[in-house]
Each structure stands twice: as structure tokens, then as C-alpha cells.
């Protein structure tokens, strides 16, 4: 029971709001009486934000849509009324769609695509949607978040409930009906699929069925210039697989002096006979304006946001955050003093972007990205390699750079770091060695552990920048030295321990820096020539810089490398023993 009743709440939401969003389409004139028509706001720059609840269902298993929805009058003629609308949904369930409408001036609408950023609407005074357009669909069956509160007003040939009254001058209050049909397809998948993997699959199949819809409203008099308008809706699907019907009732009540609906409230019912059990699912949907309290503080607590974002740092602020971002501090320590630090505004300070970075090295890969892109904030130096670091931590997405290609001759690690070809997209993702095969072939898996293990031939990878960190030990095998071959016979052994020691400091990798400190790079000593310092990459490259760039420590270690490589070979060379 409890599965049924889940298959249906998307469907529900969907009819609902087609109940309250298309029966305006059919409608043409709109007036409380002759003398004082009842009218959309066309007042250009009005802005009315409404805070919207939907729930499908009952008790723990419901699911509940709060969020908000903003018109903006942009636009007035007598004939159209332009709206610019935004508005989401925040959804606490998430459910997979089985039913959509089908027609020719309806886009397919998913419980997926909940929001309308930018939408312009553009009615009649009367609430008659003429224009639509870049709004994201909300509902399963019909209707669209963008036009929640657009409901319908009494139009000119609304019939008077007691005749005999409105014979006699008394207002009154007026009703109409209204009808319509409609196309329905429900997407069945096969072997318990869900709909949208069945449907990539192409094992879905698309069942169609007529549905009748209808509406009875009733426009009561207004009360200080207040009109309430409530309505009884039905909807009835006979033939569609399961048998499927809908009822229930709204209350709305509009402004006269400024021309919004201040309130409206759906209940709906859907029955649905799956294996001869009825399901029976209750939806709401509630819409309140916000009061001009409400969106004062609303106002005010933004703009304390934004003068929090733009401050400077107080001695106090950095103190706290450098303590929850050194090494010993606990995970959520560090995790609330990154997200402080993202929710201010860009700006140059080295010492936390520095903190920023550490405390990445240290964490795992879900929290490392989050650690990088701060730290890009906070250093313009170190922005480049910040965001290098960033894309490879994780394997998800695109990576924005990649180094050389990995050729048969290269030399690859278990661990190791590097971009494979996202064969059926553009682009490179970020991936770790798992195995190497033989005939240049290698298993790799996403950074993280995410996705599958793939086997792959080397030219689809690529070596990640020199700014990324590996996990391990990428170092290529040591080359062969200019220096003079060393005699077999040993006569100073201290010295040969020295001489071993100094290859050895040669040989590893290290981090060399420029005189400005703004750029580095991890490499090995190799040479100097011309006037330039010759170095090795992690990844085989060959780097040159000129020797007055280097910083002054770096470069005396340099050319101290140079005299030790270029010493003279031992006259004594062994010819017998």
C-alpha cells in the first residue's frame, strides 16, 4: 500500500496545480459588477512575494514543498499585464514522475525542475495567461510554479446565486463553471525500473488516456474591498490504466485596492485503484503574502548580510578561525571556520589562505575541495594552484587544466593522480591509478572512490598541472650523471658518504621558489646552462628559469648543485687488481 501510495503523490501535485493554474487560460473578461470590474494589479514596479507550503500525503511519509514565489509588474497596457516572476521549492522528499500531460502548448513538467528564475508572464487583467516564457515546469501533470497565484476572477456572464436579490439592486454573489479535457500518459517501466532510468534505457512505455476536468466557482461579495472566491473541482480519468479520478475544493481571497490575491488555499483528493485496493492521497497547497513587517526584516536582515560579507577581519575573528584551522583542532572545528570564511567577500590574506591549504593536505577528499576553493579567496598567488589542487581532489566533473599526455614510455604508480578522457563527454575527469596491466594498459577509478573501475589505455590519460600534489611517490628513475665515473677501489670513505649524501640532494625533488614568492614548483636539480636553471617535473618535464628569477637561497643551492656535478674526476683510476 504504502509503495502506491508513493507512485501517486507526483501525480497529484501536478493536477493540482493544473486545477489552479489553467482554468485562468479559459476565461476572458473579468468584473465584481458593471460599475467596478475586478482586475490584476497594472500598477508598473509593484512587487508581492508569497511564501508557498505544499504537502502530499499524511504523517511521516508526506512530502513537503515550502519555498517562496515574487511577481514584479513590469509592464502595463489595458489589454496585457507583464509579471517577471522568480520562485523555488525546497523539496523534503524526493519522487520519481510517472504521469505527465501531454499537448501542444505544455512543456513536460517534473517534480525535478522546481523553479522559475527570470519567468516573464504576461496576463490579462482578468487572469487570462497569454504569455510564458523561460518558466521551469513544477508540476507532474500541468501547471507551473510561475502561476500558482494567478487564479481566476468572475467574469462578465457570471450568473447571480439568488436572481431574485440581484433583481433588486442587492450585491450578490456570482458563479460560473467551467470544463475542459485533457490528454494524460502514464510512463510504466518494466522490471521495477525507475521511470527515468527505464526511459534512458528505452524500456519505457507512454499509456494515453483522456481525463475531464471541471470547476464550479463562487465570487462572493467584497468586504472592505476584499473579495473571497472559493471552488469545487473534479477530475475523472476512467480509462487510463489505473483508473484514476480527483475532487476537491479552494478558497482564495483577492485585493480590489492593489490587485494581488492576498490568500489562497487547494485541498485536493486523488483515487487511484491499483489490483482493487483504492488509494486515496490528500495534497494542500497554501499561498500568503508576506506582510510589509515580514518583508522589512526580510530587507534589513539582507543588508546585514551583505556589510557581514564586506567588513574587514577583526584580530579576534582571525585568531579563532587560525586556531580551528591548525592541524589539531577537530573536523567540525575546521569545517565551520571554512564555511564562515567562504560566506565573506574575496579579499588578499595570505596567513589563512595558508591555513586553508594545510588543513586541505590533511583532510579527506569530500572535505579537500571545499578547503581549495576557500583558499583561492584569500591569495591571488596561490589562486592557480588552489583551483588545480581543487579540480583534482575529487572525482566529479570536468578538470579545467591538464599537463602532458601519458605516453608507453612513462612511468606510473599505484595511486597515482591523473585525467582520463570523458570519452562520451568533452573534457578530462580526475583519476587514480588502481592496477597497471600489461600492453600500456592501466585500471582507474574517479578520485574518491566514486564510479566504477575502468581499464584504459594510456593515451587517454593525461599527467594533472605540476601544481597538483600526488599521494605518492611519482619521482622518475634517477638519470645517469655527467660526473666522471667513480674509481672502484674507495680510499676516503667519509668522503664518498658525502659525495653520495650530495647526489642524493641532487636527485630528489624539491620546492624551488621565484624572488617574488608568488610562484613555486615542485622539480629536481638537472643543470645550468646559459645563465638558466634546467628542472625536472614530477611528470618528466623539462623546466627552465632564469637564474636571477630564483629566489637568493634558491639560487646559491643551484649553482652549488652545478660545481658538485661539474667536479673533476679522480686521477686515480684502477687498471688491474
Partial sequence: MTHRLNGSLTLLVGMLLFGMATCDSLLTTSSASAAEPVRFSSKVGETVTYKINIQIGIGKDAGKYPGTLTYHVKSATPELIQLNVTGDLQGKHSRSHSFFRSSSDSPLPTLESVSCRGALLGITPSGKVEVVQRDEMIGLLLGTLGQLAIAPLPPADAAPVNQRAADNGADVAVTWDESDTTTI?????????????ASHAGLNNKKLSIATEKWKYVAHPAVRNRMKIDHQYELSAPESD?????????????????GFYEQLQINRVIFQAEDGVEVKVPVSISLVRE??????AKIAAAKEATLKRTRPFTDAERKQWLQALAPGSSVAE???AMSELNSRNQRQDPELAQALLKRAEISDNNLKYFYYSAA??????IKQMAED??????????VKRTGGPVTTASRLVVGQILAKSRERFSGYEAVEVKEIHERNEVSVQSVGGNGRVERVNVSLLRYPPDTVQQPVNTRPVPRTRRAAPKPKVVVNEPEEMEEADSESEMDAIRTWTDKTGKFKIEASFLAIKDGKLRLKSADNKTIEVPLAALSEKDADLAERFQKESEAAANPFQVVAE
Fill in 389 to 398: 589542487r581543487r579540480d583534482y581532489s575529487r572525482g566529479i566533473g570536468t
Fill in 334 to 336: 575546521a569545517h565551520r
Fill in 376 to 381: 583561492a579567496r584569500y591569495d591571488e598567488s
Fill in 291 to 296: 506582510t510589509e513587517q515580514e518583508r522589512a
Fill in 185 to 197: 500518459a502514464r510512463v510504466s517501466s518494466p522490471f521495477g525500473m525507475t521511470p527515468s532510468f
Fill in 242 to 258: 489505473p483508473p484514476l479520478k480527483m475532487q476537491g475544493e479552494g478558497i482564495a481571497f483577492f485585493n480590489l485596492d492593489d
